[in-house]
C-alpha cells in the first residue's frame, strides 16, 4: 500500500501493533530512536525512576543538555537564581545516577536542545525522537518522526524506551515557487499558521513539500518545522534528500563508511510514495509571499509586514473576534495600524526557531556597516556554544558587537522569559522565537514574531520593517570581511 | 493513578479561546523540581486582575473547567496540568484540546472531555446565569451534565479505560518488555548511539 513519509517512519518503529477498537485497546507501542533531556521537564521523571526502582532503559540512546534555565552571562560563575541553580544541579545529579551524557554550560555542545542534536549528527532521517519539549518537531526537517512529550512521557521513555501512541491523520503543506529577496522560511511557516490557525494542524503529522521546501537549507527546514507545534500538529517532516545528506556527512554521530552507505540507501525509501495519500492538503504560493508578523497574542495572528492591524470586526467567527479584541488590548495597538509603524524597544535575535548560523549569518549582513537605532536594544543569543563559536571564527560577533547588539552566550533566554532575559511590562519586542503568548518573554511584555532578516532591520529603523525599506548600505561596508 | 468515574463540582466558565499553558502557568514556575505545589502558579498573570474568573466566588471553589477551543496549545509543560489539579480542578471541558495537553491530562487522572462548542456555549449561559451550578462528568457514560443540559463527550477508549481503573501507563507497557528486547534487536547498526560520546573535532 502506498505510504506517506510519516506513515513509513511509524511503521518501521512498531514494537507490538495495536489492539484495534475496543473499550481497552492499547494503541500502537513505538520505539524511540533518540530522548532529548533537559533541565526542566526532566526532574519529576527521574524522581519517578527512582520512586518506583526503575532504571534508565537506554542511556545509550539518551543525551542531556542544559538549556531553558541558564543565564545567557556570566556563565563561568554559579548560577545567581538558586531555584535555577538547584534545577541544574539536579539534572546534572541525574545524569551522573543514571548514566547519561550531559553538555553542562561551559561545554562546546551546550545549548538549546533542538540545535544540540542536529548539530552532533544525532538527529537522522527516518528516527522518532522525542523530547519534554513542544518545539522538538524541529528535527522532522531530517524526514525524522519528531514530537513534544510531557513529564509523564518521559518517564515513560525513560523506562521503557518506547512510547503509545494515537494514530496520526496526515496533511501535506504544499509550496510551490520561488522566494522573493528578504523572504524567509520564517515567514513560510507564520504565514501557514495564519491560514490554518493555531488548531489546524491538530491530530495531523505535517509533511512540507514542493519546490519552495526542497530549495530551502536544513537551518531554514528546521525553522518551518519548528514552528507545527505552533498550528497545533505535533510533528512536522521533511522529506530527507541531498541537502540533508550533505548536512549530515561529517558530523560527530553521522553513520560511517559501510554503515553511511546502508543509511542513504534506506534513508532515499523515505519519500512519501507518488500515490500515497494524505488526509488534508494546504497548498501556499512562494512567488508571493511577503516579510509576515504577527499582530496579536497567538502564532496564528499574523499578517503581511506591508499590512495593517485588522480590526475584531474582520473576523466571522465570535470567539475568533473576542480574541482578537483581547489581543489589541494586550499589545496596545489599534486596528488600522500599519504594521510598519509600530515601534519596538527590543529586538531578540534567538531560540531554537532561528538561532542557528544561517540565521546569525543573514542578520548580520543586514546590519553590517549600519547603525541601530538608539533606542532598540538587540540580544543575540546563539542556539548553541559551537554555533557561537563558530559565529566568532567567521567574526559574527565583531559585527553585532559594533551594531550595539549584546552578544550573549548560548540558550533558550528571551524566547519563554524564564532565566533573567525578560521583557519589562509594556515592553515591545520583534522576536525571531516562535511564540508570541501573553506575558511569555516576560511579564506584561509584548511580541512580535518576526525573521531575523526583518528583526535586523527592525534594529536599524526601530519600526517594525523588512530589508527591502532600508537605505543601500554604505559601499565599502557591504563587502563581507570575515574579521578571523 | 486514582480511579476517576464521575466527578461533580461548581463549573467555572472560561470564555476564552487558545488559552496556551504559558497562561495556564508562566514559565518561571517551571525552575522548580517537584510535581506538586503549583496551585499558587495556575493563571497567575490572569489572577492579579481582580475580575478575572477565579477571584470571583463562587468560582474560587470550582472544580471543572469549562473553557473555548484550542485549549492548552503552545508548552508541553506538563505543569499545567499539575497546577489545574492542584488548584483542585478534576475536569476541563472544551470543544478543542492540544494534543500534548490532553495526554498529559490523561497521564495525571485530569479528565480532557471534548464537547462540542454548542455544548461549551449552552453550559457557559448555564453557568453565567446561575453561578455556582454544579457540572457532572460521568466517564462511564462519557456525558456532561448542568441544569437541565446533557451533552456527550469524546475521550478516547484507551485513556478513558486507564483513568476508570486507575492504571500506570509504564507499568502496562512494561508487560511487553519481550517485545521490547525483540524489537531491540532488529534495529540497522547506522542508528546514532550517544554512547561514546563523539565530539566535534573543529572549533
Redesign the interface.
Known sequence: MAKTLAEKVWDAHV??KGDG???????D?L?I??HLVHE??S??AF?GLRL?G?KL?R?????ATED??TPTLDIDKPIA?L??R??IQ?LRNNCAEFGV?LHSLGD??QGIVHVVGP????T?PG?TVVC???HTSTHGAFGALAM??????V??VM????L?L?PFKTMAINVEGTLRPGVTAKDIILAVIAKIG??GG??YVLEYRGSAIRSLSMDARMTICNMS??A?A?AGMVAPDETTYAYMEG?????QGA??D??VE?WNTLRTDEDAVFDAQVDLDADTLEPFVTWG??P?QGVSLSESVPSPEDFGDE??K??AE?ALQYMGLEAGTPMKEIRVDTVFLGSCTNSRMEDLRAAADIIRGRQKDPNVRMLVVPGSA?VR??AE?EGLDRVFKDFGAEWRFAGCSMC???NPDQLEVGERCASTSN?N????QG?GGRTHLVSPVVAAATAIRGTLSSPSDLDPAPESAAIRTDAA | MEKFTTHTGIGVPL????V?T??II???Y??????TGFEDALFS?WRKDPSFILNKEPFTAGSVLVA???FG???????A?WALKDYGFKAVLSS?F???FR??SG??GLLAAELS?DDIELIWKELENAPGTEVTVDLVSKTVACGNIVAPFEI???T??RLLEGLD??G???Q??A??TA??AT?????????P????SA?
Not at chain 1, 523506562?159 to 518506547?162: D, I, K, V
Not at chain 2, 470564555?15 to 487558545?18: A, E, L
Not at chain 2, 496549545?73 to 505543569?79: A, D, F, L, P, Q
Not at chain 2, 534495529?187 to 554512547?195: E, Y
Open positions: 514494537v507490538r477498537d475496543g473499550a481497552n485497546a492499547q494503541p507501542l520505539f530512536d533518540l526542566v521537564t526532574p519529576q524522581e518506583a526503575r532503559r542511556p545509550d540512546l539518551t543525551i531553558h534555565n537564581d531555584t535555577s538547584t534545577q539536579t551524557r562546546a555542545e548539530q552532533l549528527g544525532l537522522q528516527m519534554g519539549d513542544s513534544g512529550i510531557g513529564t509523564s512521557e518517564e515513560h523506562a521503557t524506551q518506547t503509545s494515537k493555531t488548531g491538530q491530530g507545534i505552533e497545533g505535533r558530523r560527530p554521530h553521522a553513520p554503515d553511511w546502508a543509511a534506506y497574542t497567538n496564528g470567539n475568533a473576542a480574541a483581547r559551537r563559536l563558530e571564527a519563554l522569559g524564564m511564540r503568548f501573553e506575558g511569555r511579564k | 470564555r476564552q479561546s487558545n496556551d504559558d497562561q508562566p514559565a518561571v517551571l525552575k522548580r523540581i517537584t510535581r498573570a473555548g477551543p484550542d496549545t503552545g508548552s508541553s509543560r506538563e505543569h496540568v478543542r492540544a494534543d500534548i495526554g498529559n497521564k495525571q462548542q478516547d477508549d484507551y478513558r479505560w501507563d509504564i502496562l507497557t512494561l511487553h518488555e517485545d521490547i524489537y531491540e534495529r540497522p547498526s547506522f542508528k546514532p548511539k550517544t554512547l560520546a563523539r565530539l566535534s572549533g
